[in-house]
């Protein structure tokens, strides 16, 4: 008979009973190791945050976009960018050409993130950006923003994903090498405690490397041996855990394997509980809990049937509720043809909002606590998870792991499996490899004309001639200096922001002190 696994390759019988005895039989929610929620009440008190990422375009492209999802319900707002802002080029770059505006707003100074933001009050609304290698550049930029509304940088509220291990790993949108990103990070870190106290300056993500082919095991244990690594930055430059590790966030992803997915966010706070407590001593309870972003997976989307999508986006949403998540963005049925239109948004956000009102699983915490089959996969999957971080840390981490190759080989080994499992039938795909539609409808999808890059060109054109050029450059010559020795860097950003230096200007700045990061081939 063949042996049925779930997706992680964990056996599974054909009937789970009381002979399951699980390590969370005796936890309650809100307590220590918080398996099952961090709350004492979870969506009793408090639903999770709806909080649809989006941008496109120009920057009033956006803000428009933004009113728009603001007024239908959503709760938080969450920023894409594109390329040549994740990776620190001004619109008139060569570098840049064709990208500007394509898969996120172009931000090229203060001037476009005061547009971005205009008629949003930043003391009533939190924001979360998908940024990492240019994070404390856009993070100077918001709170430049706030200060233009009154708002100081201490009430301000959001999350910089600012994750570069992962670019290494999975994503490829990194600039510097890995050390002197590490220090940015640390730099950002530590003036966020200090400074800008209810921001989350990190967003430790899982998402991208399951994105890239990793199974929910790869995806808890990699994210969580990162997360060490950026603790122990912290630490080594003399914070107390305390201090910064209330503040520490995560984001992962949702796919189609229903229970296995809630299972892996349950074990995932526990695990890392365990480590924040017992390797790093924290005391703080808020130090203890990981807190977590959920996206919808968009890797999982087909361009076949595309309507399908509305019901694959509803289960991994309701598979992320169930497991206890903070926010939630739900990815548009056409995400896999283009950037989202508003009425596929629209969509997406009604998804999270019916199974927020209307499904009843809010009504109780923990609904699948006790379920044979749930805790029998959170004891699989943390059993799993420690086996990885052993083997991570054996290796001295995840630096040098990324340095050996290690997280893209398990990564590129796993994606392949799945897409022999596809090609082969033997995973099936609705719409895909099963009950395929000989034509397919044509579908309206959103289109961004070259027309943004020519007006962005002209407005840095525009914004050089009209600032203090002196000024600028006296600011970004005393970065420069700062950023050869062992000075906090965020204060300088932001007077470098506050003065209209670009961002790309900025991290040209930084690419002469720390250079730009040349990966090794790995086989």
């Given at each position: 008979?063949?042996?049925?696994?779930?997706?992680?390759?964990?056996?599974?019988?054909?009937?789970?009973?009381?002979?399951?005895?699980?390590?969370?039989?005796?936890?309650?929610?809100?307590?220590?190791?918080?398996?099952?929620?961090?709350?004492?009440?979870?969506?009793?008190?408090?639903?999770?945050?709806?909080?649809?990422?989006?941008?496109?375009?120009?920057?009033?492209?956006?803000?428009?976009?933004?009113?728009?999802?603001?007024?239908?319900?959503?709760?938080?707002?969450?920023?894409?960018?594109?390329?040549?802002?994740?990776?620190?080029?001004?619109?008139?770059?060569?570098?840049?050409?064709?990208?500007?505006?394509?898969?996120?707003?172009?931000?090229?100074?203060?001037?476009?993130?005061?547009?971005?933001?205009?008629?949003?009050?930043?003391?009533?609304?939190?924001?979360?950006?998908t940024i990492n290698s240019t994070a404390s550049t856009l993070l100077s930029l918001y709170i430049a923003v706030g200060e233009s509304q009154g708002v100081a940088s201490s009430a301000i509220r959001g999350t910089t994903q600012n994750d570069i291990l992962k670019e290494y790993i999975a994503r490829n949108t990194y600039i510097y090498p890995p050390r002197p990103s590490m220090r940015l990070i640390g730099d950002m870190i530590e003036f966020c405690s200090k400074k800008v106290q209810q921001w989350y300056p990190i967003s430790i993500s899982g998402y991208h490397m399951r994105e890239a082919g990793c199974n929910a095991v790869q995806e808890v244990a990699f994210t969580i041996a990162n997360a060490i690594e950026y603790i122990k930055t912290c630490v080594d430059r003399g914070l107390k855990i305390d201090d910064f590790a209330p503040r520490l966030s995560f984001f992962f992803c949702c796919t189609n394997e229903f229970l296995e997915e809630i299972a892996k966010f349950r074990v995932a706070r526990?695990?890392?509980?365990?480590?924040?407590?017992?390797?790093?001593?924290?005391?703080?309870?808020?130090?203890?809990?990981?807190?977590?972003?959920?996206?919808?997976?968009?890797?999982?989307?087909?361009?076949?049937?595309?309507?399908?999508?509305?019901?694959?986006?509803?289960?991994?949403?309701?598979?992320?509720?169930?497991?206890?998540?903070?926010?939630?963005?739900?990815?548009?049925?056409?995400?896999?043809?283009?950037?989202?239109?508003?009425?596929?948004?629209?969509?997406?956000?009604?998804?999270?909002?019916?199974?927020?009102?209307?499904?009843?699983?809010?009504?109780?915490?923990?609904?699948?606590?006790?379920?044979?089959?749930?805790?029998?996969?959170?004891?699989?999957?943390?059993?799993?998870?420690?086996?990885?971080?052993?083997?991570?840390?054996?290796?001295?981490?995840?630096?040098?792991?990324?340095?050996?190759?290690?997280?893209?080989?398990?990564?590129?080994?796993?994606?392949?499996?799945?897409?022999?499992?596809?090609?082969?039938?033997?995973?099936?795909?609705?719409?895909?490899?099963?009950?395929?539609?000989?034509?397919?409808?044509?579908?309206?999808?959103?289109?961004?004309?070259?027309?943004?890059?020519?007006?962005?060109?002209?407005?840095?054109?525009?914004?050089?001639?009209?600032?203090?050029?002196?000024?600028?450059?006296?600011?970004?010559?005393?970065?420069?200096?700062?950023?050869?020795?062992?000075?906090?860097?965020?204060?300088?950003?932001?007077?470098?922001?506050?003065?209209?230096?670009?961002?790309?200007?900025?991290?040209?700045?930084?690419?002469?002190?720390?250079?730009?990061?040349?990966?090794?081939?790995?086989?």
């Amino acid at each position: 008979m063949k042996t049925i696994k779930t997706d992680s390759d964990i056996p599974v019988k054909r009937v789970y009973d009381a002979k399951v005895k699980p390590r969370s039989r005796d936890e309650k929610p809100g307590k220590f190791p918080y398996t099952r929620g961090i709350h004492p009440g979870m969506y009793q008190d408090r639903l999770w945050t709806m909080r649809q990422y989006t941008g496109f375009g120009n920057a009033a492209q956006t803000n428009e976009r933004f009113k728009f999802l603001l007024e239908h319900g959503q709760t938080g707002l969450s920023m894409a960018f594109d390329l040549p802002t994740q990776i620190g080029y001004d619109a008139d770059d060569s570098h840049a050409e064709g990208e500007v505006g394509k898969v996120g707003v172009s931000i090229t100074s203060l001037k476009d993130m005061l547009t971005c933001f205009d008629g949003i009050p930043l003391d009533k609304v939190s924001t979360s950006m998908t940024i990492n290698s240019t994070a404390s550049t856009l993070l100077s930029l918001y709170i430049a923003v706030g200060e233009s509304q009154g708002v100081a940088s201490s009430a301000i509220r959001g999350t910089t994903q600012n994750d570069i291990l992962k670019e290494y790993i999975a994503r490829n949108t990194y600039i510097y090498p890995p050390r002197p990103s590490m220090r940015l990070i640390g730099d950002m870190i530590e003036f966020c405690s200090k400074k800008v106290q209810q921001w989350y300056p990190i967003s430790i993500s899982g998402y991208h490397m399951r994105e890239a082919g990793c199974n929910a095991v790869q995806e808890v244990a990699f994210t969580i041996a990162n997360a060490i690594e950026y603790i122990k930055t912290c630490v080594d430059r003399g914070l107390k855990i305390d201090d910064f590790a209330p503040r520490l966030s995560f984001f992962f992803c949702c796919t189609n394997e229903f229970l296995e997915e809630i299972a892996k966010f349950r074990v995932a706070r526990r695990i890392y509980a365990k480590i924040l407590k017992e390797r790093f001593h924290a005391h703080d309870p808020r130090s203890l809990q990981l807190r977590f972003h959920v996206q919808t997976s968009g890797e999982s989307l087909t361009a076949q049937q595309p309507d399908n999508n509305i019901v694959r986006v509803a289960i991994q949403s309701m598979a992320a509720a169930l497991g206890g998540a903070q926010s939630l963005h739900t990815n548009s049925k056409d995400e896999a043809l283009a950037l989202p239109t508003e009425a596929a948004v629209k969509i997406a956000l009604r998804t999270q909002q019916i199974v927020a009102h209307e499904s009843g699983i809010v009504k109780t915490v923990d609904p699948l606590a006790g379920s044979y089959y749930v805790e029998y996969l959170c004891d699989r999957i943390e059993d799993e998870v420690n086996k990885y971080l052993k083997k991570i840390g054996r290796m001295g981490g995840s630096l040098v792991g990324i340095e050996r190759g290690f997280f893209q080989s398990e990564i590129r080994q796993n994606a392949y499996q799945l897409k022999k499992e596809i090609d082969s039938g033997e995973r099936i795909i609705i719409g895909v490899n099963k009950y395929v539609d000989e034509v397919e409808k044509k579908q309206e999808i959103l289109k961004i004309d070259n027309s943004i890059e020519l007006k962005q060109r002209q407005n840095l054109k525009e914004l050089r001639s009209t600032r203090d050029n002196k000024k600028v450059e006296s600011i970004l010559s005393k970065m420069k200096s700062a950023a050869d020795k062992d000075e906090n860097l965020m204060p300088h950003i932001i007077g470098a922001v506050k003065s209209y230096a670009t961002l790309g200007e900025i991290s040209n700045t930084f690419r002469e002190v720390f250079g730009i990061y040349q990966p090794k081939e790995v086989f």
